[in-house]
């Protein structure tokens, strides 16, 4: 019987009523009380890591959670990590590129409703989690939430209340969990190389929404505090250039400055492609701007913090950023 290592972190599933609102007050332990049907699954033990509403959690509790898997690695067949379901997406895509290539599962799961309350969607998730932990063949970073195995750099949480809380954006879902079967569509790679470890993440990464009014002097300010900004242009990638809000040219001050500049989409779906028009083509061809076509805006800022906490060298950045992990890119560069 395969050994599975519970993590927990807090977040709704372990939270607790008190006068303040909904607070994680729940142990692992007894988070594990909850699902006695996991003892016919695997062997499995409990970590608390810590106990925070997600919303608090910072990349150095990334580097944590990281840490503690690195510690566990040998000794277990997998990892479910229980989390808040705020910024899961964001620690889903940091363990994928901090665990790199592992061939074992990482799996993240959480609950829109604690585990105690009469009706929830916990144990389901947490079981079904365990129950794709435990399957053969399974390796890699992942989230398990309603039903569905969501690769962790594809994963964004789009409902704020209902069960149906993630999808997986650009790429398909890796697969389908129901009560009685686990259809599983994207298998991982025939031949895995070694899982390799990184303990290093730089949080120097803005993320700018355009609207239309904003003044192109604010890149001159988050320039002079960030080494990295990502922005979230207008459909497939378009920067406004005309008359006076020209941001063209607070572009060419931050990549003369050697900072590192990302165009993304506001759009949700099928990605950034800004060389299709004029307002993207030209912040592409002329300066030292790259894109990030289908990656979700999770993926691309994480991705930068891991970069970042390895080089600053712009032509090594480019390098990295566009070598897809974990299936997080399909880089339209030949």
Known sequence: MKRILLLTTGGTIASVKTENGLAPGTSGEEI?????????????????????????????????????????????????????????????????YLIQNPEKPVILTGAQK??????????????????????????????????????????????????????????????????????????????????RFYDQIDPGVFLLKLIPGMEPDILRYIGSRYDAIIIESYGVGGIPFYDRRNFLEELARLTRDGKIVVIATQVMLEGSDAEVYEVGFKAVNEYNVLQAYDMTVEAAAVKLMWILGMTRDFARVRELFYRPVSHDIVSMEE
């Open 32 to 96: 594990l009380s909850y699902i006695p049907e996991a003892k016919k699954y695997c062997r499995m033990e409990v970590c608390q890591i810590f106990s925070l509403d997600s919303t608090n959690l910072q990349p150095e509790h990334w580097l944590k959670i990281a840490g503690k898997i690195r510690e566990a690695y040998e000794k277990f067949d997998g990892f479910v990590i229980t989390h808040g379901t705020d910024t899961m997406a964001y620690t889903a895509a940091a363990l994928s």
């Open 114 to 195: 604690p585990i105690s309350a009469p009706i929830t969607d916990a144990r389901k998730n947490l079981l079904d989690s365990i129950r794709f932990a435990v399957k053969d063949g399974v390796r890699g970073v992942y989230i398990v939430f309603d039903g569905k195995a969501i690769l962790g750099t594809r994963a964004r949480k789009i409902r704020t209340k209902s069960y149906s809380a993630f999808d997986s954006i650009n790429y398909p879902v890796a697969a389908f969990i129901d009560d009685r079967r686990i259809l599983q569509y994207v298998e991982a790679e025939e031949e895995p190389v070694p899982v």
